[in-house]
């Protein structure tokens, strides 16, 4: 029988009882959300990061065997094949896996930790710093239940590779020479932007056994074993190379040849174009304005989502701080003890760019801070372990231990406690598109703004034109413009928008070879459609929408899909298509105005933000100046809970209208291009030209409709 030592069955008993703390922490979000049906689908809760579909989508093919040509589903993604495994040797449903998936194994982040710390002779120190990392604001908020992400595993891969890193350097074991290697192939597989990281622990045991360890053979091999690991080629090539290399490290007469394969795997690694992803990054961040980028063409100038994105660098201290640690004054102990704990064990020096990266946070956006977290747990543990020791008895010693790990685990379980994010979309939303899937086919398109992408085609197995990895401002100016524009301009763009991303599939497939020798430049759908309509200003061919014109062939069905929750970020939509693509110049932007917390005090109604509707008048009151209503429109569910929609026409040269939807209970406040573009006509009152739509389905939630040209 297996006889486990003291010292292993206490880590044993703390890797247990640390990972049944985090996947309890991260249960508490679904007991809190027990009773609400909103956010369940299949009688499982919904996932509640957008990119989560993403992977869903890839599962759900894998498992089905369906999958098209340019339907963008990744299905040779690591997170879906991941995913499509868990769900076939698993007896729970499909729905139960994505959502569940985070919670276990973001928990096992748990291991790496305790080990680490087993190897410095500390597994208090681990234990410690396992409860606390575990459940830290910022990594709980990327890995709690539901957020089915790549992040589930982007903290406990790099953790494993710096035990591995650790236990090589500490105990010159050949195993760990494999373990590491492996430990980078997994990395790599789950995260392609990995080599950061990876390259960053190279570079450290570089300068270490450069500096302190010169004549040791075992770091040359170290680092060998990781460049041919870390090879900008196909994994399954690396597998065998890694292996190999292995097997002559392992056989001491092969070790007069360390240096020549250390130089050849230091060769192949820069002729493979292991660095040029690193590279590129330092081009983009050092040498911000060398670059130029050649234009032909056109020359179009479009909207991008960055700038609709607040500017990261400019986060507060605290918000950094509770992330990376739960508290300000934890944090500021956690470096203390992350200095302390480097000069006591100089080997933690190795845990620097997982610090690193995580400070990058104050300039490359919160994500970021994720990474910092278990290395600065490490910090304050090791200092309560420290205190500890100064402990007159024993008693004395655990309870010190323990009360200090209650103080800064606390903080964490209040953010836990307060954080009720919903889930992406609604019960109505998803039956929605439950319905739709049945009516229409795989190959047909959804028009909708690009957040809505992934979940659509998870939820209605369709195609869609943008997505949360395809919204760069040359794909989202269409979608603006139709959602924004007035119905047969809507329409029209539809099916050229459709129809030019086909072929341009079809087209980039079919030339892939003359398109790469020859660098030849793929233009935006909209500069393509302006040449071929015989234009070379973007603006007189979007004028040409307005007038007869032929369409390209109809090679599929296209849909709308309007949801009620659009109206929030409708300002922002009109974004990307209000503006003039051949200057850059932005149009005037629309008014438009939404309420949902107004006050009628009988001769007046407060719409906030000193917006007033005066009934006397009839007019609009925006700060000092009054305006004349154009209409006043209520739209409300009757007993057949169909739409009724009452227009009042009472100056017909005003340009601004207010729309009470008495059954949201919401006002609107617009002008006429807002009034009369497409979003506004069919979402919110239903007024759709029958000749270009039909309604498929007309809920208060979501409106579909099936475009007739
Ligand atoms: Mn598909």
Same mark, same amino acid.
């Given at each position: 029988?297996?006889?486990?030592?003291?010292?292993?069955?206490?880590?044993?008993?703390?890797?247990?009882?640390?990972?049944?703390?985090?996947?309890? &922490?991260?249960? =508490?979000?679904?007991?809190?959300?027990?009773?609400?049906?909103?956010?369940?689908?299949?009688?499982?809760?919904?996932?509640?990061?957008?990119?989560?579909?993403?992977?869903?989508?890839?599962?759900?093919?894998?498992?089905?065997?369906?999958?098209?040509?340019?339907?963008?589903?990744?299905?040779?993604?690591?997170?879906?094949?991941?995913?499509? !495994?868990?769900?076939?040797?698993?007896?729970? +449903?499909?729905?139960?896996?994505?959502?569940?998936?985070?919670?276990?194994?973001?928990?096992?982040?748990?291991?790496?930790?305790?080990?680490?710390?087993?190897?410095?002779?500390?597994?208090?120190?681990?234990?410690?710093?396992?409860?606390?990392?575990?459940?830290?604001?910022?990594?709980?908020?990327?890995? &709690?239940?539901?957020?089915?992400?790549?992040?589930?595993?982007?903290?406990?891969?790099?953790?494993?590779?710096?035990?591995?890193?650790?236990?090589?350097?500490?105990?010159?074991?050949?195993?760990?020479?494999?373990?590491?290697?492996?430990?980078?192939? =997994?990395?790599?597989?789950?995260?392609?932007?990995?080599?950061?990281?990876?390259?960053?622990?190279? $570079?450290?045991?570089?300068?270490?056994?450069?500096?302190?360890?010169?004549?040791?053979?075992?770091?040359?091999?170290?680092?060998?074993?990781?460049?041919?690991?870390?090879?900008?080629?196909?994994?399954?090539?690396?597998?065998?190379?890694?292996?190999?290399?292995?097997?002559?490290?392992?056989?001491?007469?092969?070790?007069?040849?360390?240096?020549?394969?250390?130089?050849?795997?230091?060769?192949?690694?820069?002729?493979?174009?292991?660095?040029?992803?690193?590279?590129?990054?330092?081009?983009?961040?050092?040498?911000?304005?060398?670059?130029?980028?050649?234009?032909?063409?056109?020359?179009?100038?479009?909207?991008?989502?960055?700038?609709?994105?607040?500017?990261?660098?400019?986060?507060?201290?605290?918000?950094?701080?509770?992330?990376?640690?739960?508290?300000?004054?934890?944090?500021?102990?956690?470096?203390?003890?992350?200095?302390?704990?480097?000069?006591?064990?100089?080997?933690?020096?190795?845990?620097?760019?997982?610090?690193?990266? $995580?400070?990058?946070?104050?300039? $490359?956006?919160?994500?970021?801070?994720?990474?910092?977290?278990?290395?600065?747990? !490490?910090?304050?543990?090791?200092?309560?372990?420290?205190?500890?020791?100064?402990?007159?008895?024993?008693?004395? %010693?655990?309870?010190?231990?323990?009360?200090?790990?209650?103080?800064?685990?606390?903080?964490?379980?209040?953010?836990? @406690?307060?954080?009720?994010?919903?889930?992406?979309?609604?019960?109505?939303?998803?039956?929605?598109?439950?319905?739709? %899937?049945?009516?229409?086919?795989?190959? @047909?398109?959804?028009?909708?703004?690009?957040?809505?992408?992934?979940?659509?085609?998870?939820?209605?197995?369709? %195609?869609?034109?943008?997505?949360?990895?395809?919204?760069?401002?040359?794909?989202?100016?269409?979608?603006?413009?139709?959602?924004?524009?007035?119905?047969?301009?809507?329409?029209? &763009?539809?099916?050229?928008?459709?129809?030019?991303?086909?072929?341009?599939?079809?087209?980039?497939?079919?030339?892939?070879?003359? =398109?790469?020798?020859?660098?030849?430049?793929? !233009?935006?759908?909209?500069?393509?459609?302006? %040449?071929?309509?015989?234009?070379?200003?973007?603006? @007189?061919?979007?004028?040409?929408?307005?007038?007869?014109?032929?369409?390209?062939?109809?090679?599929?069905?296209?849909?709308?899909?309007?949801?009620?929750?659009?109206?929030?970020?409708?300002?922002?939509?009109?974004?990307?298509?209000?503006?003039?693509?051949?200057?850059?110049?932005?149009?005037?932007?629309?008014? !438009?105005?939404?309420?949902?917390?107004?006050?009628?005090?009988?001769?007046?109604?407060?719409?906030?933000?000193?917006?007033?509707?005066?009934?006397?008048? +009839?007019?609009?009151?925006?700060?000092?100046?009054?305006?004349?209503?154009?209409?006043?429109?209520?739209?409300?569910?009757?007993?057949?809970?169909?739409? @009724?929609?009452?227009?009042?026409?009472?100056?017909?040269? +005003?340009?601004?209208?207010?729309?009470?939807?008495?059954?949201?209970?919401?006002?609107?406040?617009?002008?006429?291009?807002?009034?009369?573009?497409?979003?506004?006509?069919? &979402?919110?009152?239903?007024?759709?030209?029958?000749?270009?739509?039909?309604?498929?389905?007309?809920?208060?939630?979501?409106?579909?409709?099936?475009?007739?040209?």
């Amino acid at each position: 029988m297996l006889t486990l030592n003291k010292d292993t069955k206490k880590t044993l008993l703390y890797i247990s009882i640390a990972f049944t703390f985090s996947v309890l &922490m991260r249960l =508490i979000w679904v007991y809190q959300f027990s009773g609400v049906e909103a956010f369940k689908f299949n009688n499982q809760f919904m996932i509640n990061t957008n990119d989560g579909y993403y992977y869903a989508e890839g599962a759900r093919d894998l498992l089905s065997g369906i999958s098209q040509d340019n339907d963008l589903s990744p299905i040779t993604s690591a997170g879906s094949l991941l995913t499509a !495994f868990f769900a076939k040797i698993l007896p729970f +449903s499909f729905e139960s896996v994505i959502f569940y998936l985070p919670v276990f194994l973001s928990s096992l982040v748990v291991i790496p930790i305790i080990l680490i710390a087993k190897g410095l002779k500390n597994l208090e120190m681990g234990f410690i710093a396992a409860l606390l990392a575990s459940i830290t604001w910022s990594y709980y908020n990327r890995t &709690m239940a539901g957020y089915y992400d790549t992040d589930m595993l982007n903290i406990v891969l790099p953790m494993f590779l710096l035990w591995s890193i650790i236990w090589a350097i500490n105990t010159n074991e050949n195993k760990y020479l494999i373990i590491t290697a492996i430990d980078i192939l =997994i990395y790599r597989w789950w995260y392609p932007q990995s080599y950061s990281l990876e390259f960053s622990f190279f $570079g450290l045991i570089l300068l270490y056994a450069l500096i302190f360890d010169r004549k040791n053979m075992f770091n040359y091999k170290l680092l060998a074993i990781m460049m041919l690991a870390m090879m900008n080629i196909d994994g399954f090539i690396r597998l065998p190379l890694v292996l190999g290399a292995f097997y002559i490290f392992t056989q001491e007469k092969f070790d007069k040849y360390i240096y020549y394969i250390l130089g050849a795997s230091v060769l192949g690694f820069f002729v493979s174009g292991g660095f040029d992803p690193i590279w590129s990054k330092l081009e983009l961040y050092v040498f911000k304005d060398a670059i130029s980028v050649g234009k032909e063409g056109l020359n179009l100038h479009f909207f991008t989502v960055m700038q609709t994105i607040r500017e990261a660098g400019q986060i507060p201290f605290e918000t950094f701080a509770n992330r990376i640690s739960g508290h300000a004054a934890t944090f500021i102990i956690s470096i203390v003890g992350y200095a302390y704990l480097v000069y006591r064990h100089k080997i933690m020096i190795f845990a620097l760019p997982m610090v690193g990266l $995580g400070f990058l946070a104050s300039v $490359g956006g919160l994500r970021f801070t994720i990474y910092a977290v278990p290395i600065l747990a !490490f910090g304050i543990a090791f200092l309560i372990t420290e205190i500890s020791l100064k402990m007159p008895t024993n008693k004395m %010693k655990v309870l010190s231990m323990v009360a200090f790990t209650l103080a800064i685990l606390y903080p964490n379980y209040k953010h836990i @406690d307060a954080y009720k994010v919903p889930t992406v979309f609604t019960n109505d939303e998803v039956k929605v598109l439950d319905v739709l %899937k049945t009516k229409v086919d795989r190959e @047909d398109y959804v028009v909708s703004w690009w957040d809505y992408g992934y979940p659509i085609r998870y939820y209605a197995d369709m %195609k869609t034109l943008g997505d949360g990895g395809k919204h760069s401002g040359s794909v989202n100016f269409p979608l603006s413009y139709m959602l924004t524009s007035s119905q047969v301009e809507a329409a029209k &763009m539809a099916r050229l928008d459709v129809e030019y991303t086909e072929q341009k599939f079809k087209y980039l497939k079919e030339n892939k070879e003359e =398109i790469e020798d020859k660098n030849i430049t793929i !233009f935006s759908n909209i500069e393509d459609m302006t %040449k071929d309509y015989g234009f070379n200003d973007t603006n @007189d061919f979007l004028f040409s929408l307005q007038t007869e014109m032929t369409l390209p062939k109809k090679t599929r069905d296209i849909y709308f899909y309007l949801p009620f929750r659009m109206l929030n970020i409708l300002p922002t939509v009109t974004l990307f298509s209000n503006m003039d693509l051949m200057t850059g110049t932005k149009g005037k932007q629309p008014f !438009f105005f939404v309420s949902k917390n107004f006050k009628d005090s009988g001769s007046k109604i407060d719409l906030g933000r000193s917006i007033y509707i005066d009934k006397a008048t +009839s007019s609009i009151v925006i700060g000092q100046q009054k305006i004349p209503m154009k209409r006043f429109v209520k739209t409300t569910y009757n007993a057949q809970k169909k739409l @009724d929609v009452n227009v009042q026409l009472i100056n017909p040269t +005003s340009d601004i209208s207010v729309i009470y939807m008495a059954n949201y209970n919401t006002f609107l406040v617009l002008d006429e291009k807002m009034y009369n573009s497409l979003y506004i006509q069919l &979402m919110v009152l239903e007024n759709y030209n029958k000749n270009l739509f039909e309604a498929v389905t007309l809920d208060p939630n979501v409106k579909v409709y099936k475009l007739k040209i």
